[in-house]
């Protein structure tokens, strides 16, 4: 009996840059058939290996080549770093290398977890992010890693990966409140502390049990937004629901009966601030809601005493903020609701009365905490950069929510338009920092009010579209204004530019 002759296929002897920091296995295109192996498919001018071509990457060898075989009983004077052979990175799953992309002339080494590096990078998610991202307690956040890196293995140093990749891209954009967190230390490439962090998360769902990994997704999900990655953040989203579900986290009834006060508070803000990211996506991608509020049985963190207002400004209006989302996820049912059901299903999925969103957000309004109404004006007595922040977010989800109501109850539409007319007055006046900080979340946020308004200039027979117009080229010049200092502004400042040239 004759055998086919099958040809063994081979190992590929080195990863790509991409396969090794991400930790997967680098696929090279099988020989003999219309693809080439790795090297040669790079000298064709080919996309590179498989697994690139999968995630859509550039498939690159830049990275320096280490050494093969048993590593030196020597001490290296270099490098502490093992030496890997090429099995090793097909097995494995590697961390990424400690390289520095742009601020040293070559590929030179340095230890990006670094306690001072480290020590450094969470003062800057505490001075910036931590108002609109608060994963975690504060004073969890500004001494549980004050003295050493944790055990790698640990959900801890996932979590610590992941807020230092949302740092480390906020500090590239200079985008923090206090100049002085960027002074006297060279803040690495975000791109190694995401790949470090995604190469902790474990192979099996049931392993994560720590709420630390339910911190970990959201951070990657935060950091994918400002990268502009989409597919990255529905991958992070999903696994966080996916932890939510197995160990029913939207129900307090199935928390621990032994958690403390302290801990159940800081799980419902964890639980609201996914909430919110959740329900802002989906606003701006116009992705399903995974996880309705009508579905959910977990209360506000409680409001404690405190000498500082503006302790008490902020808490107040998250949970303001929060409210805000929560009808924002009504509006977005009412104008996406299925308009072909079944006659036997209708009734359990009837809309609300137009006036309904309307109502509801003037009751919010006028029931808004006595300590946010001084907020909006310019001489207050919350002048720190957490309440500054805090207003921005109030007037901007509050005009989107606005907006949304009046679509749904097809109001006229000059009464959309003055209600533009009125933010853009507002948000005009924002300095450039906090634009900054809220980073791509709001430019979303903009770009989210021009279409709405695109869409309210058909009615009344046109007659608003020359004013609809030049609100959305407004729009379209206020967002590409930032792009120098927003990496998303660009792109949707020319979304926004095409759109206002449609409206006519």
Known sequence: MQQASIKKRQRASRACDFCHMRGLRCRWKTPGSSQSTLNDSRQAGSSGCLTCEDYGAECTMKRPVQ???????????????????????????????????????????????????????????HDTMYPNFPFLPE??????????????????????????AVSSQ???????????????????DSENYFYEATSKIPFRIVQCTDLDYLRSFGLLAVYSIQRGNHSDLHRYLALY??????????????????????????RRRLFWCMYRLEIHSACILGHVVRMPESQVTVFYPRITPSTEADAQAWISGWDYITDLFRLLEYAIFCLRACKSRKAVLAPFCDRPSPATLLDALARLKAGKPRILLGLAQDQNDFQSNRCRYLAVQIMCTETLVNIMALLYCQAPADEMMNLVEEFLKEVTKVSLILFKVSGSPLVHQLVGVGHMLHNASQQDNGRFLGQAKRLIMNLSNLVKSLKDHIPSAADSGDRLWKLAEGTS
């Open 170 to 188: 906020t500090a590239s954009l200079n985008a923090v409140f206090d100049n002085s967190l960027l002074q006297g230390v060279v803040i690495p």
């Open 241 to 266: 629901h996916a932890l939510v579900a197995q160990h029913g986290f939207h129900e307090e009834s199935r928390w621990p009966a032994d958690l403390s006060i302290s801990d159940i508070d800081d």
């Open 67 to 125: 050494k093969r075989g048993r590593k030196s009983t020597a001490p290296n004077p270099r490098t502490t770093e093992n030496v890997h052979t090429s099995e090793d990175f097909d097995l494995q799953m590697p961390s990424p290398s400690t390289w520095l992309y742009g601020a040293l002339s070559s590929w030179e080494e340095i230890n990006f977890r670094s306690i001072d590096i480290v020590k450094r990078l969470v003062r800057i998610y």
């Open 139 to 164: 004073k969890d956040l500004l001494s549980r890693w004050d003295e050493s890196i944790p055990d790698p293995d640990s959900p801890s140093y996932m979590l610590l990966m992941a807020l230092c």
